[in-house]
């Protein structure tokens, strides 16, 4: 059996087409970047080799600390909202709707195949002032609150962004979430009931834990994602107001091809790349795990 | 800058109708190996995708006074939208693969980069081989010359004033004399205010146009020069005097003279706020003529128009002669590929860029006018005059900063209008970016 | 009248217990609908009318299809649709070969170090897209590839690898062993087995795999910014960015005419393939 398994052969047909493309495309360039993390300037001005002021900089640097604060609440904040509220939408479909929520499982979904420029779009009408009042102003006026200028204050752009975000991928993540909680056996939850239990205590109980595995996996998925947000930030607030609302990704990308500094660039680009090894290596631990278990 | 409305057609895809197939393999085996360009085969343009006027004059100079140009070296105008355009130019650059001309980049800096590593052609000392010394203007040199540290190493292929721009029936319903001082300035937005108008229409979402006014009362207290010592390392934007015109701009916006909400208007709101009458004043450069011109959106009439230039700050050491000015985004040549067919497209360039452009795309450029355009606007007329006549002119806030300074400065305006930064603090930080 | 009332009774529990469920749907349709409706309507507005009137408003004249009109002649869609779709299918396709195959031999072949490779493509999965842009333009540049599409080709197989591999790792994680055990059994070719087993028992895995690279690629800005050198081999996400001039001016009607025909192609394939992806996502999915 482990003659025709092993076939190192079959292997290399298998795998080679596709590690050779992402070796090619993928790893050595990442490498090549790495490299430039000890130059300074950019492919105009041609590289003068640095040492290590790029780090030096990089820790001394107040925009990076702002980015990467920025970054990680971005990443938490949502990483909670949309697993939190996909897995509220996955339980109404479970327990709620059951065989009727595909309906509702299709118009939750489709905001995430809408492209990042048009919903911003979107949401820059919805949430403006000038010259004319958007929906959600119009709908404070109606309640007796005054209209927000909500790209105004690093705080209310969050908050848009995030309201984005979530209404882009809550969908998702209930799909994703529900495709685990569909496969608890019934009996269970029948055991359960019969032993009194209901409502909150039986999610708590019953439900949570046994729909931890995907849960785990949908929040380290939602991090890796977050983490490297940039078109919605860009398309959205541009990192503004000032740079409260950008990303390490985003100051990353202005480094590099806007001001010119290659080689701080690709620091910056170390900086986030450690950031998500970290939670790779995370994720195939706890994934790992999970198949010795099973 | 008419924007896609008179936009021509574009650049017709050679491989349209093709199957996959085909496309790749022709698309494989065609555009490549230019890594060491010396004779290019083709004029090749590299533009911004959001500006036509050029790219449209040039099309027009190849079927018309170049077409013998076209003939040996025929034009190919590829595009690059402008988010995107320096790192294209640095990526094509890295390479050696610049392309014969191509628009030089959204900041100063990106030129004298390229200057810098020897990849651009003196344009001054090729314009004397050819007898064209005097195909720039002279206020079009000064700003070049200003703009780049002495050196013409670009094509001002436009050619901008900026000031302030007013409604004239509003002023006069109102009582208010034209401003020549800040002082009157600040009354005149006072009284506009307290009759219910908005007194300044900003675009405060690309910052820029309130980061000019900061630019321009520096010009007026402190001089021409105001901006080249910060450079030069003799004064510093946290020094009391730089942060005074920040905290003069910062005053207009805590008094609410741009409206509400400056931060959330973006460029055509601004631009319609004034030609609707809602707004009294505009600052803005010439380039919003062809806005004016238009009567679709200028709902005011171009002849209610005025135009000044920015006051004078009492006891300041700048006049309201020195008008502000810019090149827009001027062309540059690439040293490597610069020959005698390039030349010889230089030659006629220089000739007739400036006639067919004023005259067809009604934009004003930096090159003399060889054969007089019958018909300007009124308004574009009084420009022209208004440019003819100035012999002294400053730059903008950010004209000398690097990239990254002038990022900041732009990006952190409209929190100094809105009072979520102190002056103190965005001067602060633009000086960061530039030390 | 006790039997009426007991008859009734279940009746109205269970009309009441619906009505919470009316009430989400109509919320989530007014969520996720009106947005659509609002675009649709925002593409037959005149440029006046976005900045006078009130973002609620509808359009004032229900005919006015210029915007689509100015959308497809000077915006150039039928162009940067055609590039998109070039771009995209066999990006696509070459994701799924390779990723499926990777798959498999990761997941369903034994033999050493494929720990340490499957951690090598999960790292790619976290890799910021933006790290690799310079080198690759100069690989591309020197294997005179720009010019074409096949920097966008090659850029998007790759980049969507690293996910498919994974998943696909994981629904063959999910197919339980002995399944593949017994064909060895039975003296079948490994490639067979990889065609005739192991591929059709993940295909509704593929229709959501494919999916889901679909959209991340087709809504690409990053790399089709960078790549596409001419303007002739742009995308159409790219492309939306035509109608916003040089300082800044937006014409709103054409981006939004622009952004309705791009949304009402997705939507379509998304409706048509809807089913498949949904029993996809249900099948296994990322399971830990």
Known sequence: MNRVLGDPRAILVLLGPALLVYTLVMLVPIFWSLGYTVFEGNPITGFEFVGLDNFVALANDPKIADALVFTLKYAVVL??????????????????????????????????????????LLFQELFKIAPVNGLVNDLLNLAGIPSVDWFASPDTA??????????????FYAVLLYAGLVDIPDDLFESARLDGASGWRLVRHIVIPLSLPVLLSSIIFSVNGTLKVFDSVLALTGGGPGNTTTPLTLYMYQTSFTYGEYGYGSSIALLLTIICLLVTIFIFRSSRRDLTKG | MTTARTRARRFVPLIAGLGATALLLSACSGDSGGGDATAPTDFTYLSFAENTS?????????????????????????????????????????????????????SPQVAKDLNDGGKLVDVEAALEELGQTDAIIPAARSTVEALYGGDVFVLPTEFNVEGIWYNKALFAENGIEEPTT??????????????????????????????????????????????????????????????????????LGEAGYFGPSVGSIDYMTAVNQFLTGEAGMFYM??????????????KIGAENIGFMPFPEVEGGEGSRDQLAANVGVPLALSEASYGEDVSAW?????????????????????FAVNEPVEDLPPLTQAVQERIDQTTQSVLWFEALFNAKAAATSQTNASQLVTGAISPEEFMEMVQADLN | MTATFTDRSPRLIRFARRVPVWIIIGLLLVVVVYPLFWLLTGSLKTQEEFLNNPTWA?????????????????????????????????????????GVAAGFALEVMVWKGRGPVLLAFLAGIMIPGQMILLPLFTIYFRAGLTGSLWPLIITYTAIGLPLTVFMMATYFRSVPREVFEAATLDGANIFRMFWTIGFPLVRNAIFTVALVQFFFIWN????????????????????????????????????????????IGTLAIYLFLNQRVMKGLTAGSVKG
Request: with cysteine; hydrophobic share 45%.
């Open chain 1, 79 to 120: 990483t909670i909202a949309q697993v939190g509220f996909g897995y509220l939408l996955a339980l109404i479909y479970v327990f709620w709707l059951r065989k009727a929520s595909s309906l509702v499982r299709t118009l939750a979904f489709f905001p995430v195949v809408l492209p990042t420029v048009a919903v911003a």
């Open chain 1, 158 to 171: 969050f908050l848009v962004l995030i309201l984005m975000d979530l209404w882009r991928s809550m969908g």
């Open chain 2, 54 to 106: 050029i790219q449209d004059t040039l099309t027009s100079l190849s079927t018309g006074s170049c077409s013998a140009e076209e003939e040996a070296l025929p034009l190919d105008i590829t595009t690059q939208p402008q988010a995107s355009y320096d790192q294209q130019l640095q990526l094509l650059a890295g390479q050696d693969a610049l392309p014969v001309l191509f628009a030089s980049g959204n």
């Open chain 2, 182 to 251: 800040w002082d009157e300035l600040t009354a005149a937005a006072a009284t506009l205010s307290a009759a219910g108008v908005t007194p300044f229409s900003a675009d405060g979402q690309d910052g820029w146009p309130l980061t000019r006014l900061v630019g321009n009362y520096l010009f007026r207290t402190i001089g021409p020069d105001a901006l080249q010592k910060v450079i030069d390392g003799d004064a510093s934007l946290t020094d009391p005097e730089y942060v005074e015109a920040a905290a003069a701009v910062a005053e």
């Open chain 2, 285 to 298: 450069g010439s380039w919003i003529l062809a806005n004016f011109n238009d009567p679709e959106q200028n």
């Open chain 2, 346 to 366: 230089l030659d006629c360039f220089a000739e007739n860029f400036g006639s067919t452009s004023l005259g067809e795309q009604g934009v004003i450029t930096g």
């Open chain 3, 58 to 98: 509808l359009p004032e004249d229900w005919t006015n299809f210029s915007n689509y009109v100015e959308a497809w002649t000077t915006g150039n869609l039928d162009v940067y649709i055609r590039n998109s779709i070039l771009a995209v299918v066999p990006a696509l396709f070459f994701t799924i070969v390779f």
């Open chain 3, 220 to 263: 690409d800005l990053l790399i089709a910014l960078t790549f596409t050198t001419r303007d002739d081999l742009r995308t159409i996400q790219v492309g939306l960015l035509n109608f916003t001039g040089q300082f800044g001016q937006v014409q709103y009607g054409p981006t939004f005419a622009a952004i309705a025909v791009n949304v």
